[in-house]
């Protein structure tokens, strides 16, 4: 299994970005997908997650500006985020749980991560 995210890239103080990430290989059935982040010098962050039923959970510091969704058809998230500030500056990792066989358990996978820069 392999996910490969995209998207990331230098935008100033009040834009916007999209994230995506794809997910490939030998796939079962696909449980939570998330986007976490890493500051430098700091540790790794969840920042929002898309459950297989629908339901959706965001970090306080990114409630109503970034938005989670999934397309269950293609394997994919996006992370759609709005009013970006400096402080959201990090590496992005898509994640994904996913199971391989049946029956099986799922294992959590990552992508390889994508920088957001976000200055002025």
């Known amino acids: 299994v392999q996910l490969q995210a995209s998207g990331g890239g230098l935008v100033q103080p009040g834009g916007s970005l999209r994230l995506s990430c794809a997910v490939s290989g030998t796939i079962f059935a696909i449980g939570d997908m998330a986007w976490y982040r890493q500051a430098p010098g700091s540790q790794r962050e969840l920042v929002a997650t898309?459950?297989?039923?629908?339901?959706?959970n965001y970090a306080d510091s990114v409630q109503g500006r970034f938005t989670i969704s999934r397309n269950n058809n293609k394997n994919t998230v996006a992370l759609q985020m709005n009013s970006l500030k400096p402080g959201d500056t990090a590496v992005y990792y898509c994640s994904a749980s996913v199971r391989n066989s049946y029956p099986g358990v799922f294992y959590a996978y990552w992508g390889q991560g994508t920088l957001v820069t976000v200055s002025s």
């Open positions: 898309a459950t297989s039923g629908g339901s959706t």
